[in-house]
């Protein structure tokens, strides 16, 4: 078994900022991509910055220059910092990881999911 948790969402002004993690757990043998989406009512899940094992990152266009991901292997846990935030991140946060347990293929897990709120 294989959970993924979420931390760090809340309520924030416009400008203002917040970090978000989450953290694997369970019978985990090697993490890899971990990836943060996000779903505002009304819209579709959407990727916002993705991070391989070994650190290369990838940002959607929207959050490029405000959001940084990082991550540390030893704790199996990525960040989001979300700084400038705007209105329009409005939405539930989720993480995804790339997770072996052992086994030769690679499963996608998914997070339940934070709320993070902008106000103007």
């Known amino acids: 078994q294989v959970q993924l948790v979420e931390s760090g969402g809340g309520l924030v002004q416009a400008g203002g900022s917040l970090r978000l993690s989450c953290a694997a757990s369970?019978?985990?043998?090697?993490?890899?991509?971990m990836s943060w989406y996000r779903q505002a009512p009304g819209n579709q899940r959407e990727l916002v910055a993705d991070?391989?094992?070994?650190?290369?990152?990838n940002y959607a266009g929207s959050v490029k220059g405000r959001f940084t991901i990082s991550r540390d292997n030893a704790k199996n846990t990525v960040y989001l910092q979300m700084n400038s935030l705007e209105t329009e991140d409005t939405a539930v946060y989720y993480c995804?990881?790339?997770?072996?347990?052992?086994?030769?293929?690679?499963?996608?897990?998914w997070g339940q999911g934070t709320q993070v709120t902008v106000s103007s």
């Open positions: 995804k990881a790339a997770i072996s347990t052992g086994l030769p293929r690679v499963y996608d897990y």
């Open positions: 991070i391989t094992r070994g650190g290369s990152t």
């Open positions: 369970g019978s985990i043998f090697r993490v890899n991509a």
